[in-house]
Structures are given as C-alpha cells and as structure tokens.
C-alpha cells in the first residue's frame, strides 16, 4: 500500500505531536510501525485506536467506520469489528493486536476471522 501523505502527517502528529494517553502506548507504536496501518488514518479515542481509510479532522458528515480497532491498555489487547460488533480476538502483545487487525481489513488476504 503506498503511504497517504495526510495520513502520515496524522501518524507524526499523534507519535512526535503533544503528549496524549497515548503517549507511549504500545498499541500506538506497533501500529506506526506496521507500513498497512500507517497508510490509515489514526484516531485515538476513549482507550482505543481506531483507524479510517479517508478524512482527518473535521471528519466528513458521513464518516465510514468499518474498520477493526484496538482496545488499548493491555495486554491482553482486544480486536473488534467497528461499533464492539464482535471481538475478533485478544492478543498478548501490542504487536499481536496489530496483526489482527490487518488480518482482518477489508479485502486483505491474510489468514483470521471476518465478518
């Protein structure tokens, strides 16, 4: 996937930018270092880093969240499906939760539970 330029201004906000709950996080590192996830955009948000395909803050009037998230604070991590939908499963490490959730975006081709 090639690197979205907005997109990787949002992951340098949120990892180099002003110190959040996020700052340190595990979950939050794994992600910026996976190249899939950093072409997405990041939104952390009530204990959870959630990812969109388009937008960055003001989000359009019909956002899509159809995207896995993480529930940070682990571990263990927990992967669900948009809206605590389903959970996908519980990873050990932060680097795990990441893992899933790219196993599990629309029409990758890695092996892992969809929906």
Not at 8 to 35: F, I, K
């Amino acid at each position: 996937m090639e690197e979205n330029g907005e997109a990787a201004e949002t992951w340098r906000d949120l990892v180099h930018g002003t110190p959040g709950w996020w700052s340190g996080e595990p979950v939050v590192t794994a992600a910026y270092e996976h190249p899939t996830l950093r072409t997405l955009f990041p939104l952390p948000t009530h204990g959870t880093l959630k990812f969109f395909r388009t937008a960055r803050p003001p989000y359009p009037a019909v956002r899509t969240d159809d995207l896995p998230f993480i529930v940070c604070g682990g571990p263990p991590y927990q992967v669900y499906t948009p809206g605590y939908g389903r959970l996908l499963g519980e990873a050990t490490t932060a680097a795990e939760a990441v893992e899933l959730v790219v196993a599990n975006l629309p029409g990758s081709t890695s092996p892992g539970p969809r929906d």
